[in-house]
Every structure is written in C-alpha cells, then in structure tokens.
C-alpha cells in the first residue's frame, strides 16, 4: 500500500526526532540555511588553490541573505594571497560576492564569515549556489562531507569546482563545473 509518504511506512516524526539536536538551532532565533546536516562531516580537502568550489544550497523566497560561513578543519591557509566567498543563481549567474581577504590569515578549525558586498532578498524558493575560492601556498581544509557523483537524470553536483587561477574576482557565471567529490558545508545568514 503507498501512502503520501510513498513506500515509507514509519512515523516520519519519530524518524526526524535526531534532527531537534544535531540539526539546525530554532530558525525564530538564528536565521540561516545551510546544505548539510550538522553530522557526519569532516575535514575535507575541498579546494585547490585558484578555483572556486561551488556547493547547492536551497533558498526561500524573502530569505535575506547578508553572510556566508565556510568552516576551516585542520589545515589552516597557508600564505593566501586572495580568498572571497560568492552567491550564485540557479542558473550560475553571480549575484553578490564579498570582499577579498588578501593576505588575511585563516586559522585552522575556524568559522569564517563574510558579509556580501550587497545583500541579496531571495525571490524565488530554490537552488542557489554559494562559492568560495582561496588562493594560498596551501589552501585550508574545510569542515564538509563526501558525496556521490550523480548517476541519475536531473541529478545535481553536491560540489562543484570552476575556473582556474583565480584571484580578487568572483567570475561572472559558473563555468563548465565539475564535479568534486569533497562537499563543504555552508551556512547562509
């Protein structure tokens, strides 16, 4: 028998109950999206020095988006010379960047956030993409997950990389992603 639950045939509250403590805190109290859960990540070797990696995130229409958050994990960057954090469209059109940090030290096991250059009121509910991008002798690590390349039809990237020698400047669209099996967490406020 299939339900509106299709083939799941639990109480889908009790299922979730985990998520009241390793999810998200109360959205009434810290607004924020984010593409994964807090659980099951690691340190992750996301990024190669001068190419963005880029991850999904759903947004909801009327979310403000200000800030975006990636997480170092054991690696601090080592001499970075440029690194930024961008929002895209759906369709990987640029629509804010931050400022670049320069030669900004980034610690290991760090949150790191940067206020856009313009906040963005999301108008439409969907897939957005955050990026980041750090040019460094050594690129730091970042708190994430591994994820599976996509198999099936209409299946996105969880991660993606794009361009190459970046530098100061968030490139105007996303570009010939591909996929990256290191997936970082985000959070956008």
Do not use: C
């Amino acid at each position: 028998m299939s339900t509106v639950l299709g083939a799941y045939r639990g109480n889908v509250r009790d299922d979730l109950g985990w998520l009241n403590v390793a999810g998200r805190p109360d959205p009434g109290a810290v607004f924020h999206r984010t593409n994964l859960p807090r659980v099951g990540l690691d340190d992750v070797t996301a990024l190669a020095t001068g190419v963005m990696t880029s991850v999904p995130v759903y947004l909801n229409e009327g979310d403000l988006i200000t800030n975006l958050t990636f997480i170092s994990g054991g690696t601090a960057a080592g001499t970075p010379t440029a690194y930024w954090f961008a929002l895209y469209s759906g369709a990987g059109a640029l629509l804010a960047q931050t400022a670049d940090q320069t030669s900004t030290a980034w610690a290991a096991d760090t949150a790191k956030t940067l206020a856009l250059a313009t906040a963005q009121r999301i108008t439409k509910s969907g897939i957005y993409y955050a990026a980041i991008n750090v040019t460094a002798t050594t690129p730091p690590t970042l708190v994430g997950t591994v994820g599976a390349k996509p198999v099936l039809t209409g299946e996105g990237n969880l991660a993606q990389t794009s361009g190459s020698s970046l530098t100061t400047t968030a490139p105007a669209t996303i570009a010939t992603p591909a996929y990256k099996r290191q997936v970082p967490l985000v959070l956008a406020t």
